[in-house]
């Protein structure tokens, strides 16, 4: 899908501002209510947006701990890939997956209460994932920038 300078617009109100109005969002970006609503609609099924949520503080959900954890596996056969691929999707705690290139295989972001908390999500789940020869974790002390939204 071809997407345009007023598309671009649109997408970055929406990725500050996703419960915006429609009515306000044509405004912000010049063009009639109408037509803002036929682009959205056209950039919700060719898939450029994939879907809305609602971004939670950490802290006021008591996840106050964030742990990047490098994960090396054992081999690189596909098998050995999948198992583990299939496996951490169902920690609730991991927040995102990497295959990474260089030292490590993953790079994982999870989140805990705080270190017993992780050193329960490091006992319950991850020491238990299929291939890991090597794990190491790193616990990150303040968060200094964050977004979610992509540069357009």
Same mark, same amino acid.
């Given at each position: 899908?071809? %997407?345009?300078?007023?598309? /671009?617009?649109?997408?970055?109100?929406?990725?500050?501002?996703?419960? %915006?109005?429609?009515?306000e969002?044509?405004?912000?970006?010049?063009?009639?209510?109408?037509a &803002?609503?036929?682009?959205?609609? /056209?950039?919700?099924?060719? /898939?450029? %947006?994939?879907?809305?949520?609602? !971004?939670?503080? $950490?802290?006021?959900?008591?996840?106050r701990?964030?742990?990047?954890?490098? %994960?090396? +596996?054992? #081999?690189?056969?596909?098998?050995?890939?999948?198992?583990?691929?299939?496996?951490?999707? /169902?920690i $609730?705690?991991?927040?995102? &997956?990497?295959?990474?290139?260089?030292?490590?295989?993953?790079?994982?972001?999870?989140?805990?209460?705080?270190?017993?908390?992780?050193?329960?999500?490091?006992?319950?789940? +991850?020491?238990?994932? $299929? #291939?890991?020869?090597?794990?190491?974790?790193?616990?990150?002390?303040?968060?200094v920038?964050?977004?979610?939204? !992509? $540069? !357009?």
């Amino acid at each position: 899908m071809e %997407i345009d300078e007023t598309d /671009r617009r649109i997408l970055i109100v929406l990725q500050k501002y996703g419960r %915006i109005p429609n009515a306000e969002l044509a405004e912000r970006i010049n063009l009639s209510a109408s037509a &803002c609503h036929r682009r959205v609609q /056209r950039l919700e099924k060719s /898939r450029v %947006i994939t879907g809305y949520v609602a !971004l939670l503080d $950490p802290r006021e959900v008591d996840r106050r701990t964030t742990v990047f954890v490098e %994960i090396t +596996l054992s #081999g690189q056969a596909d098998e050995v890939l999948e198992a583990f691929e299939k496996e951490v999707a /169902r920690i $609730p705690d991991v927040l995102e &997956c990497h295959l990474m290139a260089g030292t490590a295989d993953y790079l994982l972001k999870v989140v805990a209460r705080d270190t017993d908390d992780f050193a329960r999500i490091h006992r319950q789940h +991850l020491a238990r994932l $299929p #291939g890991v020869a090597q794990m190491h974790s790193s616990f990150a002390l303040r968060t200094v920038s964050k977004t979610t939204a !992509l $540069p !357009l």
